[in-house]
């Protein structure tokens, strides 16, 4: 799409723009921090633009493509090594497609508290997620998942990945 010497802005098929960086060696996850870590970048596809957009992200990342904990999930998990792993939803309509960061949170609840003070609002909240607004209007979701691991916590708890 647009060329800038060493990298590139690139639109995927469902029409999310994402940049194509060189890779620096970056290997290092981010550390937790207040019980939480983002550690998943979550693409929301409409359904009649589903099967070419994970076969588009599938195949320029080249990783492993498995079912997550819901069917409308798939996870794209990276090798070893690198920090974030990538969550395709099925959206349950038409829209645009679209991209937010999912924070895995030991705690729900007060994630959720500690961003609010910071200036956050919550959007929607499920049984085991809340979508939340950040002050500049973008969203992003707190999970249920161990932010140690990225996986579900013990016990099991049916979350987003």
């Known amino acids: 799409m647009a060329d800038h010497g060493d990298w590139a802005v690139l639109r995927s098929p469902a029409g999310r723009l994402f940049c194509a960086v060189p890779w620096q060696g970056e290997a290092v996850r981010p550390p937790v921090v207040s019980g939480s870590r983002l550690d998943q970048v979550c693409l929301d ?10 076969a588009f992200w599938a ?5 492993e493509q498995r079912a997550a904990s819901r069917p409308e999930f798939t996870v794209l998990r990276p090798p070893a090594g690198l920090p974030v792993r990538l969550l395709l939803q099925r959206l349950g309509e038409e829209r645009p497609a679209s991209a937010r960061l999912d924070l895995a949170c030991a705690d729900i609840a007060a994630v959720r508290a ?4 910071l200036g956050a609002a919550v959007v929607r909240e499920g049984a085991h997620w809340t979508v939340m607004r950040d002050p500049a209007g973008g969203t992003y979701c707190l999970t249920g998942r161990d932010p140690e691991t990225g996986g579900l916590p ?4 049916r979350t987003a990945g």
Do not use: C, K, V
């Open 45 to 54: 596809i409409p359904p009649s633009r589903y099967d070419a957009e994970s």
């Open 154 to 157: 013990a016990g099991g708890a």
């Open 114 to 117: 500690r961003h609010e003070e």
């Open 59 to 63: 195949g320029l990342t080249g990783w």
